[in-house]
Nanobody
Framework: QLQLVESGGGFVHYGGSLRLSCTASGFNLENYTIGWFRQPPGKGREGVSCIKRNAEVTRRIDSVLGRFFISRDDKQNTIFLQMNDLKPEDAGVYYC????????????????WGQGIQVTVSS
């Protein structure tokens, strides 16, 4: 089965940090572009950051610039999102996603999706 599973979410206070992980099974991530998305309560899903195969291109939305960092470990078939200086606006359900073709996009046009993991930031 082709599956992505997120881990590392939870509750933090304003200014705290979390490191999200996403592990794939059933396929090798080395040939895929990876994206992290989030969905705040009552809002739509938005792209946060993406990383192309071989890590040759990375992108992120302006609101997380300098705070969130995406990386990949293809040997472990895992993608990471290091989140620092978290703000209440960052709270929501975070999803990892993968796609075989295409550029590093922050639109939800990906082939495989995880179930999502909750990130809560107190204010």
């Amino acid at each position: 089965q082709l599956q992505l599973v997120e881990s590392g979410g939870g509750f933090v206070h304003y200014g705290g940090s979390l490191r999200l992980s996403c592990t794939a099974s059933g396929f090798n991530l080395e040939n895929y572009t990876i994206g992290w998305f989030r969905q705040p309560p009552g809002k739509g899903r938005e792209g946060v950051s993406c990383i192309k195969r071989n890590a040759e291109v990375t992108r992120r939305i302006d609101s997380v610039l300098g705070r969130f960092f995406i990386s990949r470990d293809d040997k472990q078939n895992t993608i990471f999102l290091q989140m620092n200086d978290l703000k209440p606006e960052d709270a929501g359900v975070y999803y990892c996603a993968a796609r075989r073709l295409g550029l590093c996009h922050l639109t939800p046009t990906y082939d495989y999706w995880g179930q999502g993991i909750q990130v809560t930031v107190s204010s």
